[in-house]
């Protein structure tokens, strides 16, 4: 059973001298069969929650009416034997008691649809349950300033959290499709089921919305607003969200609870909905034909949904429908597995393994054929509902790009020609495609399964093909702003980027797609981070860079260049001038020269600071012999850009031999294209200077080892065997470091392996709650994509953390892949056309020239090399998981997937309280599916099943005992 949370300790919890009446009351409005026979206890919900708002006065009133019944006012004088004198106190006592939620009422047959509302005298009066009901109610308030009620009695959430709970626990499995009547059931995307046969009238929203059309209204989202107050908000806006429909729109309306809307209004909060991936509910305790209400749920923090995913048992809220994938269209791109509420949905295979036969998927276990025990519940269902991809993997291709880019469906994107769909789908994950399609490492390309055959796809330069849409402002593409609020159009809480790196323009990027207006402030004149300071330009030209930068401002995102933090204005003055969140992401824009004899030579530079002055003038002039020093792609850009000053001579030397230097192998091709030398397997051992102090030689060892049998980089040298290397300009390009200045100032964060900033791995939160980091300055150097991950990753725990009570955690996608294996797949009938490559755009000198001269593949080449992809992965559904709610069909750009009506007996609607007779029917059949299972099994569950089946007969024997009592009376 999970724990009540520690946010909140229920004040009436342990009561020494309880409230009697209150027990009382508890025990008649509870659904827990033991608390009904029984009797409840100062610890249990039912009673701390109403003690903490419910006066005797008012439990008197409330014990004398039986749960569910309509009173007139003049039925409840007569019951509390009111007299004349006493009946305005009375009608303000029913008011407060129906403020706070206790009493829920309507105006039955006296209500004037076509005029005005009658007045308090014709209201009829009725007992909610406590769910759906009273202890919902208690949490629901719309208010100038918000739930003040939540904020002055915070246990109510407890109350609320609890009474979802306590009455399924160990109950749950035996409750029949359709829902027996109990809480919420799910109902489907419209659109979804409105071209499936067999469809019925109730399991469309507008069919609801029209039947109460002229009597809609929408409130606060009782679990939202709950969950928030418990600290496991999901930082939605609690508003807007729960529509009544009918007699509960009226009363929500009269109480402060909502306020009325019409059915375009509606409809628009089911397409916000929809666009954020919540979950359409209908209330079902009313019989067929009738609801009070339609949720718009959060899987995160719903109370209804939870009570199919933490037990386990999907039937009990699932929908009518359940999702199926065509295999033949999927291209695992993964939105739908994003969005999926119950984690019905993962990433697999779409290949055959090598013996011909498909991969096998497990299924989640139901309870129709064994017996269920609470080691079958998932309390950790939220994350778990995350999950991305099956144990044996998908495409190979998104497992590897760090930033997890539906590559297998933007190139079916660029097959079909619909280049703009392409490019919205990259941008999901990656905002700088053009960028990356000119510098990328290519990780998707190194892993691709085609490479097992040939040649890998030319991932890379089909999205560059595709990004060049970006670069005009006619055709680039600008994401849709999709915020989880029906109030805003934007959210107000301003967030301070701190580096305009690609960690954070991304960062600022995937927040302006939620509804932040974010500002950047860079240090340097330009943004971009090493992508303008670091790149040289024959590799990516600033004019793409500043392109794609153009869409974030077009989203909202203010730049500020030239602003140093910590030196023009400090984190101290900006929480001052409002900004609640801060995300450093400020890179690596330090080098170092190692301790080595005659390290203090003039004309010794290090990478960083050569190549942003390369790019603030590209006009600079280098003579002589030029050595740099370093194996990876920083090495190779300062030898290239050295090259391109007029270095006579440029040698790259480095500790690492020619197969393991880390530089990838398209640069060290083109470097030695460009005559550039390249001396693996040489260490510095000296630096030699002439009589001014300037480099003049440097002395280097041989390298026989890097690293040692551990795998830590500890290299070992040959000091006999050293070379003397006769240089006028020395780089060192062998690592990189930060740059705090004073950034920090005054801040906790903690730091470590030097100053490198300590910081939790999945949120990026530092030792200071409001700074979060991430990028180079939290990994070390990587590359762009892994900065643009970092990034994306970031925006989510910022837009968390700006929002009182939400989980910095809970339901987070934790962006865990892994590939298919490549040694067990069976390809057949693939394409044997060769890999298309890029011709060069001019013939100019290559070797001295800043522009980037590497071509672009033609449009037909395009539709070829997308042709050569296998579409090795899928997404596959679990049917016996799916709650049939269509989200996922809004989410496919490729009509993959569907819903179909499997169940049609998940569309029952039951009255409450028939619930134990239909589950007492149900649970008649299941025994008999049961009925072989093994001893030790029915040994085990034997007790807790045999206590839960006992306290429920005993109930469903006294509710038909009364039904007799009543049944004889009315006979006399």
Not at 615 to 635: C, F, L, P, R, Y
Not at 763 to 785: L, R
């Amino acid at each position: 059973m999970p724990e009540l949370s520690k946010s909140v300790i229920p004040p009436h919890m342990g009561d020494k001298r309880p409230s009697e009446k209150i027990l009382k009351l508890g025990r008649k409005i509870t659904d827990v069969a033991a608390h009904k026979i029984k009797g409840v206890t100062v610890d249990d919900a039912e009673y701390w929650g109403l003690a903490e708002i419910v006066t005797d006065e008012m439990a008197d009133v409330a014990l004398k009416m039986k749960l569910r019944h309509h009173y007139k006012i003049e039925e409840l004088w007569k019951l509390n034997k009111v007299e004349e004198k006493d009946k305005a106190h009375f009608q303000e006592l029913l008011d407060e008691m129906s403020y706070i939620g206790l009493l829920e009422y309507d105006y039955g047959n006296n209500y004037d649809h076509n005029g005005a509302i009658p007045g308090p005298s014709d209201r009829r009066y009725c007992l909610p349950m406590f769910v759906p009901g009273s202890a919902e109610l208690f949490n629901m308030e719309e208010g100038p300033e918000g739930n003040k009620r939540l904020r002055e009695h915070p246990a109510l959430a407890s109350f609320f959290e609890r009474m979802t709970f306590v009455p399924l626990d160990g109950i749950t499995h035996m409750v029949p499709p359709g829902g027996a009547g109990i809480g919420m059931h799910v109902i489907p995307v419209e659109k979804a089921i409105s071209m499936e046969n067999g469809t019925i009238d109730l399991e469309h929203i507008s069919y609801w919305l029209k039947k109460y059309e002229g009597h809609i209204g929408v409130g606060q989202c009782s679990c939202r607003a709950s969950r928030k107050a418990l600290d496991e908000g999901c930082a939605d806006d609690e508003m807007n969200w729960c529509i009544g429909v009918g007699d509960f729109a009226d009363y929500c309306r009269e109480t402060g609870k909502g306020h009325d809307i019409t059915y375009e209004e509606a409809m628009e909060i089911f397409r916000k909905a929809e666009d954020n991936g919540f979950v359409h509910q209908i209330t079902n305790i009313d019989g067929e034909n009738k609801i009070f209400g339609i949720c718009n749920c959060n899987v995160n923090i719903c109370n209804a949904l939870r009570t199919s995913q933490l037990f386990n048992t999907p039937n009990m809220s699932r929908s009518a429908y359940t999702a199926k994938v065509e295999r033949d269209k999927c291209v695992a791109c993964g939105k739908c597995v994003e969005y999926c509420p119950a984690g019905a949905v993962k990433l697999g295979q779409k290949l055959c393994k090598k013996d011909g036969t498909e991969v096998a998927y497990p299924k989640h276990e139901l309870p129709d054929k064994m017996l269920w025990g609470k080691d079958k519940y998932d309390e950790n269902y939220r994350d778990n509902n995350r999950i991305n991809c099956y144990e044996t993997g998908t495409s190979p291709c998104k497992a590897a790009c760090p930033a997890h880019v539906a590559v297998q469906g933007y190139i079916r994107k660029a097959k079909e020609g619909k280049y703009q769909e392409a490019l919205a789908l990259i941008k999901k994950d990656n905002p700088f495609p053009a960028i990356c399609g000119r510098v990328c490492n290519k990780r998707c390309e190194a892993a691709c399964t085609r490479g097992t055959i040939d040649q890998a796809v030319a991932i890379d330069d089909i999205k560059k093909f595709i990004a060049e849409q970006d670069l005009h402002k006619e055709t680039r593409y600008v994401p849709p702003v999709v915020i989880a609020s029906n109030r805003l159009t934007e959210w107000d809480q301003k967030i301070a980027v701190i580096g305009a790196g690609p960690a954070g323009l991304s960062c600022a990027f995937y927040l302006a797609t939620k509804g932040y207006k974010p500002t950047v402030f860079e240090k340097n004149a330009r943004p971009g981070g090493m992508m303008t300071y670091g790149i040289p330009s024959y590799k990516l030209e600033k004019d793409v860079i500043e392109a794609e930068i153009d869409v974030l401002r077009d989203l909202g995102v203010e730049i500020k260049c030239g602003v140093e933090i910590g030196k023009d204005i400090t984190i101290k003055e900006l929480r001052e001038d409002g900004y609640q969140a801060f995300y450093v992401a400020i890179g690596c824009q330090d080098g170092k020269v190692p301790p080595i004899p005659g390290s203090d030579a003039e004309d010794i530079e290090i990478a960083v600071d050569f190549l942003h002055r390369a790019t603030e003038d590209q006009t600079q002039k280098m003579s002589g012999n030029v050595v740099v020093i370093g194996g990876g792609n920083v090495a190779v850009d300062c030898a290239r850009t050295a090259a391109r000053f007029g270095g006579e001579h440029v040698a790259m030397y480095c500790l690492e031999d020619r197969e393991t230097m880390p530089a990838s192998a398209d640069e060290i091709r083109e470097t030695l294209e460009e005559e550039i030398a390249i001396e693996n397997s040489w260490g510095p051992k000296e630096i030699q200077k002439d009589v001014d102090g300037k480099v003049k030689a440097v002395v280097f060892q041989k390298c026989i080892s890097v690293k040692d049998a551990s795998g830590k980089f500890n290299p070992q040298y040959d000091e006999n065997d050293t070379i003397t290397v006769a240089c006028d300009h020395l780089i060192f390009a062998v690592g990189q470091g930060i740059k705090w200045g004073d950034l920090l100032e005054g801040t906790k964060v903690e730091f470590w392996h030097g100053n490198y900033p300590v910081a939790d791995p999945l949120t990026y939160q530092t030792t200071e709650p409001d700074i979060f980091v991430g990028g180079d300055v939290y990994t070390g150097p990587k590359f762009v994509i892994d900065a643009i991950e970092a990034g994306k990753c970031a925006a989510e725990s910022l837009h968390r953390y700006v929002h009182t009570g939400a989980s910095m955690t809970i339901g987070r996608n934790r962006r865990d892949f892994h590939e298919l294996n490549k040694d067990d797949i069976m390809v057949n009938g693939y394409d044997t056309i060769g890999r298309q490559e890029a011709a060069e755009t001019e013939k100019e000198d290559k070797k001295h020239s800043f522009r980037d001269l590497r071509g672009m593949l033609t449009e037909e080449q395009v539709h070829l090399e997308a042709g050569r992809c296998l579409g090795c992965g899928a997404s596959v559904v679990d049917e016996n998981k799916c709650i049939g709610c269509g989200i996922c069909t809004t989410k496919c750009e490729f009509d993959a997937i569907h819903l179909h009506r499997d169940h049609p007996e998940c569309s029952k609607m039951t009255r409450s309280e028939d619930k134990f007779k239909e589950i007492g029917k149900y649970m008649a059949g299941q025994g008999v599916k049961t009925a072989a299972s093994k001893i030790p099994v029915i040994k085990k569950y034997a007790g807790s099943a045999a206590k839960q089946a006992g306290a429920a007969a005993k109930l469903a024997k006294k509710q038909a005992q009364t039904a007799g009592r009543k049944l004889k009376d009315r006979k006399k």
